[in-house]
């Protein structure tokens, strides 16, 4: 499950780009990383690196052809998410999904980083059990390959489902993001004892390895530079521009509809807090979590925890209405999953409990909600338990 917490972020073990790993995609990668950090002056800021690591055509970790998700590292899987752990997952969002298409009189679903679509299986089988009209499912991924395996598996919905490579120009419908969020590359900032951030990047060691390396930069984190949260000289941490242009964009084309994201993080006050004081960024490899996020490129998930505060502030900002914040263990009991366990085989019981105990996913897992300006509804996942007073 992606869902550790890192305690440190070390420097990597030496490495020469190329070398380590003669003839792989992953030296492959590392040449072309070493190429943008020359092309960049010595440095490059890790959220570029970020980008390269997952998403380099081709190379990049989501880019590539490895299976990335499953149960067990016996079948090559790096992940599990909650999708992929049992279908009651799917099925208990389709009831918030189908209210929120009710609601807004809409009649498609948007699902951003669908992975290998399991959700969109889930959801789209819910929703015609449900009688509720789904006239088009569309699938925004960066990943190509991911892409493939989501159209065998979405074959027989026909027409039904579709994809597009950039933001459909006017959507009218109901948006889905199972962490998606997590996956946006993000800006490292290091605080320095006299006050201030150095902006962490990446640059190559004498002997062509990749190493971090800190820059004087301007960047602020307000919850700290003008709220004066606690703070460590020292302290890595992460700031999210990516996701927060993100919902920004999604408030620009979202005409109409709702929107759902799930993921793990918390409110900016717990994710500022000083026991994070390593930040959040952590790589996944068979399973294992590592905090190396400099080894082997494009060869295991990089992942930040979300800062719900700034995705809310940014989707409010640029004109949507947040209308639910919670755990997902309150969201998925809101949306009927105990009723549904009830009536499940014991497999689908054991791993429906996985998503709602707080040990496992109940609590480290949020999702948050949006609705376009002037559409009003109580949505039916946040009725108990709500807790948007705490962004
Ligand atoms: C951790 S995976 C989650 C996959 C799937 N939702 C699941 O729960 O199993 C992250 C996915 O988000 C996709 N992704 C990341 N940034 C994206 C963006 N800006 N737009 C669309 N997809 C994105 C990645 O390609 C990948 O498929």
Redesign the pocket.
Known sequence: M?KSQPDSVSVPPAQRPGEALPGTASADLLTLIAQAIAANGGWLPFDRYMAMALYQPGLGY?ANSSRK?GLMPQSGSDFV????LTPLFGRALAVQVAQALRESGTTEVFE?????G??AEQLISALDALDQPLTRYTI????GT?RERQALRLARFGERVSWASEWPAAMQGVVVG???LD??PVQLLVRQPEGGWHERGVALGAAGQLLFADRPSELTIPFIDVEGGAVLPGMVTEIHPQAEA?MRSLAEHLQRGAAFFLDYGFPEAEYYHLQRHQGTLIAHRLHQVDHDPLGDPGEKDLTAHVNFTGIALAGQQAGLDVIGYTSQAHFLFNCGIAEMMAGAELRERAMGQKLVTEHEMGELFKVIAFATAGLQFNPLGFAHGDRMHRL
């Open positions: 992606r989501y998700f998410t909650a999708p992929e951003f980083g669908a992975g290998s399991a959700l925004i991924d960066l990943s991911l199972n962490e998606v996956a946006m993100f």
